[in-house]
């Protein structure tokens, strides 16, 4: 079995806690052990990696990762409508360059071509291309439930709830065998200008939705800005809710009552992106300034009340491209007040626990698996050093090495 041993490492083991020097052993593509100093006889035919007193993190979990939008560091594309067969190579392009970034492990915000997802899901899994641990998601069912990438965000009103078109969505989009299914349950302003407030689907059709998730063993995400989105999403046990952005009081109550089985995505990400880089002033009604400052008010209070909120910042649009995901963490200290170490956290112990794998991803701690970054510099004291990715001097997925030391 191959092994690897870590040596003069400050070990910043995903729990929060202060970083500790420590010797880590890999086994196979598992964390063996974690120790002061390992005995010989169980490092004697490991590779040797000399930290040089740099920063030893568990992998990186992006929570609301889009691998289909088609623009990275590498390439932009304002497009967006490039045949499928062209997308299929963008995703496995996207997913490269997040593991290239530290980011070992993503959990979809959804892909208009699901099976793109979940044949990508696959060849990251059996190792054969360089990507993250997968969750794939579904296209974001819409009101009406149009067909993917046509949002007008109409509204309920006006229209019969037709919840049986909603359970037949969850049902297709499972036995396509993706692990998310995704529901535009209010607008998005950013996209139709001042929808983001209007609810999207009916109590009756979540509810539907619900049932068919747990028939199916599939889990459910919420695009929810709207605050009786948010409240429709906890009310039916959908588990991560994006954005989170206008909630009120009764909202945060019922995502308090429920922070033991749901996650909070509030972006920053797109919105930092949409306010300083899109090429243009915002238009009034695309509510940018609007959803920056309410989100600036709503996380600190989220994570005041123990919910936990995870990182994940809507990347891959030509101005918020794929490899920027780690602002998220700048983002979460200079917008949210997080300590680094609380940013830290969201992106690896909470990064685990989305990820359905918190017995095994997001700690460095023996038996869980060996997904690692070798960062050099202390990111508990500058935080932007994770998004110079010649920063990260060793990422290793699966107990192997994507990228090793020079």
Request: include cysteine; aromatic fraction near 6%; glycine fraction near 10%.
């Amino acid at each position: 079995m191959a092994s690897t041993l870590f040596v003069d490492v400050q070990v910043f083991d995903g729990t929060g806690q202060d970083p500790f020097p420590a010797q880590v052993l890999v086994e196979g593509n598992r964390i063996a052990e974690v120790g002061d100093r390992i005995p010989r006889d169980r490092i004697a035919d490991a590779q040797v990696i000399d930290g040089r007193g740099g920063t030893l993190l568990p992998g990186l979990v992006d929570a609301h990762a889009h691998l289909g939008f088609g623009s990275t560091l590498e390439h932009l594309s304002r497009r967006r409508d490039e045949p499928e067969e062209e997308k299929v190579l963008l995703v496995a392009h996207a997913g490269r360059v997040l593991l290239d970034h530290g980011i070992t492990s993503a959990y979809s915000g959804g892909n208009r071509l699901p099976r793109t997802e979940t044949a990508a899901r696959k060849a990251f899994a059996e190792g054969w291309m360089p990507g993250p641990r997968l969750k794939a998601a579904s296209w974001e069912g819409s009101a009406g439930m149009v067909e993917p990438g046509v949002y007008d965000f109409p509204g309920v009103d006006g229209r019969a709830s037709d919840p049986d078109s909603v359970a037949r969505f969850v049902t297709g989009m499972a036995e396509l065998g993706v692990d998310i299914v995704k529901l535009s349950l209010s607008g998005e302003s950013a996209v139709v200008q001042g929808t983001s407030r209007i609810v999207q689907f009916t109590d009756d059709e979540v509810a539907a939705a619900s049932f068919m998730a747990q028939k199916h063993g599939v889990w459910l995400t919420a695009h929810a800005h709207a605050a009786e989105s948010i409240k429709m999403a906890v009310r039916h046990g959908i588990r991560a809710v994006y954005h989170c952005t206008f909630a009120d009081e009764e909202a945060l109550d019922l995502l308090e009552a429920a922070r033991d089985r749901l996650f909070v995505a509030p972006t920053p990400g797109i919105i930092h992106a949409n306010l300083y880089e899109a090429g243009s002033e915002p238009e009034p009604g695309m509510e940018v300034e609007a959803t920056a400052a309410a989100v600036r008010q709503v996380v600190p209070e989220l994570a005041r009340r123990g919910i936990r909120v995870v990182p994940g910042g809507d990347y891959g649009f030509a101005w918020n491209p794929v490899g920027r995901n780690l602002r998220d963490l700048e983002l979460f200290v200079d917008w949210f007040g997080f300590t680094p170490a609380d940013a830290l956290r969201a992106a690896t112990r909470y990064g685990g626990q989305i990820m359905g794998m918190e017995d095994e991803l997001g700690l460095i701690r023996p038996g869980f698996l060996a997904d690692l970054v070798l960062v050099d510099g202390d990111p508990l004291e500058e935080i932007r050093i994770l998004q110079d990715r010649h920063r990260l001097t060793v990422i290793m997925k699966d107990g192997k090495l994507h990228k090793a030391p020079v």
